[in-house]
C-alpha cells in the first residue's frame, strides 16, 4: 500500500484526478449503486450515453459523463476499466508532463464529446446498428482521443507491445480502430464512440499544431501554483508542461541578450536570471534547443537520460 500510495502521489494532476474520478465512480458503481433499483435506473438513464432522440437534447450532458462510467459487472468490467487506466498511464503521463495538465484534461474530455456527438450522429442516421447505440459508457473514446495526439504529435513515438514487440503508437491507434471496424456488426461494442475520440484527437492535435488553442479553457480546473523563485521564473505558469517551460524560459533568455549590448557579461542583479550553464561555466542554451528539436521530431522517449536531465534543470530556471 506504502508503494502505491508513492506512485500515486508522483502522478501529475490532471492524470491523478482523471484516473482518481474513474476507478471511484467504478468501485462505487460495483460495490453499491447496481444493487438499488433506483440508482441502477439513475446512472443508465442520465449519465451513461442514452443517444436516442429527442432524450440526449434533454440531458447533454451525457456526451461528457458517459466518458467516466464502466457499467459492466464481473471480469470483463475490470478488464475494460484495466486496460483504459493502463493506456491512459503509459500515453497520458508523458503527455502531461510535457504540455500540462490543463492539454490532458482537454483531450479527454473533448474525446468523450466528440465520442458522443459521433455515436449520436450515427444512431439517428442508422438506428438498427447495435454498434452505433444502446447505453453507452467507458473512457475508450476519451483514452483513444489521448492515443491518436500523442501519435499525431510525435509521429516516430514507439511503444514496446508483448508478443509483437516495438511498434510506433499511431499504428496501435490504426489497429485498435481497423478491429472496431472489423468487428463492426457485432455491436458490443460503442465502435462509433471509439471513431469519434480518434477523430477529435486527431483534429485536436492538427488545431495545436497550426497554433489554435483548444485547451485553454482547461485552465480554469488548474490554478497555477505560487512559483518557487518568483523572479526568475514569472514568465512560467505551473501545469504548463515542461515544453512550455523550457520554451518560455528560452524566449526570455534571447528576449534579455537581444536587449543587451555588446560587451562584457555583468553581474546577475536580484530579479536577473542566470544563464544555464553546465558544471565548467559553459552555456546550454544552444543544446536545449537541440533537445527541443530533437523532441519534436522522434518523441520524448529518444531523449538518452542526459538530455532530459539537462531539459529539466532548464525547465527550472
Keep these: 500500500m506504502n508503494r502505491f500510495q508513492a506512485w500515486y ?7 491523478r484526478a ?3 474520478i474513474n476507478v471511484v465512480a467504478y468501485v462505487l458503481w460495483q460495490v453499491l449503486l447496481i444493487h438499488f433499483d433506483v440508482t441502477r435506473r439513475f446512472v443508465v438513464e442520465h449519465v451513461a450515453l442514452n443517444p436516442a432522440f429527442p432524450g440526449i437534447l434533454l440531458e447533454p450532458w451525457q456526451l461528457v459523463t458517459y466518458g467516466f462510467l464502466h457499467l459492466e459487472p464481473g471480469f470483463w468490467g475490470l478488464i475494460h476499466i484495466l486496460f483504459n487506466m493502463l493506456w491512459l498511464v503509459w500515453i497520458g503521463r508523458e503527455y502531461e508532463e510535457l504540455h500540462g495538465a490543463h492539454r490532458l484534461l482537454a483531450v479527454y474530455l473533448l474525446g468523450s464529446l466528440g465520442g458522443g456527438l459521433l455515436t449520436v450522429f450515427l444512431h439517428a442516421l442508422f438506428p438498427s446498428v447495435g454498434a452505433f447505440g444502446g447505453i453507452v459508457h467507458g473512457a475508450s473514446a476519451s483514452v483513444l482521443a489521448v492515443l491518436t495526439v500523442v501519435a499525431v504529435t510525435y509521429p516516430y513515438k514507439s511503444i514496446a507491445l508483448l508478443f509483437i514487440g516495438t511498434v510506433r503508437l499511431i ?3 490504426i489497429g485498435f480502430l481497423a478491429l472496431d471496424i472489423l468487428f463492426l456488426a457485432g455491436g458490443g461494442t460503442s465502435v462509433s464512440a ?3 475520440g480518434a477523430l477529435f484527437g486527431f483534429l485536436f492535435a492538427r488545431a495545436e499544431a497550426g497554433g489554435i488553442d483548444l485547451s485553454s479553457w ?9 512559483p518557487r523563485r518568483a523572479s526568475t521564473r ?3 505558469r505551473e501545469g504548463e508542461g515542461l515544453l512550455g517551460q523550457v520554451e518560455a524560459w528560452l524566449a526570455s533568455r534571447r528576449a534579455e541578450r ?3 549590448p555588446d560587451g562584457p557579461a555583468r553581474p546577475a542583479s536580484p530579479g536577473v536570471r542566470e544563464p544555464l550553464t553546465d558544471a565548467d561555466g559553459n552555456s546550454l542554451e544552444g543544446e536545449v534547443d537541440r533537445i527541443l528539436d530533437k523532441i519534436s521530431e522522434q518523441g520524448y522517449d529518444a531523449l538518452t537520460d542526459e538530455e532530459k536531465r539537462i531539459l529539466y534543470e532548464a525547465s527550472r530556471r
Excluded at 502521489?9 to 492524470?15: E, G, I, T
Excluded at 482547461?218 to 505560487?226: G, I, K, T, V, W
Design 194 to 196: 471509439h471513431l469519434g
Design 258 to 260: 537581444a536587449g543587451q
Design 234 to 236: 514569472r514568465d512560467m
Design 218 to 226: 482547461a485552465r480554469l480546473f488548474f490554478r497555477s501554483r505560487r
Design 18 to 20: 482523471l484516473l482518481t
Design 171 to 173: 499504428y496501435v491507434v
Design 9 to 15: 502521489r508522483v502522478q501529475p494532476r490532471a492524470l
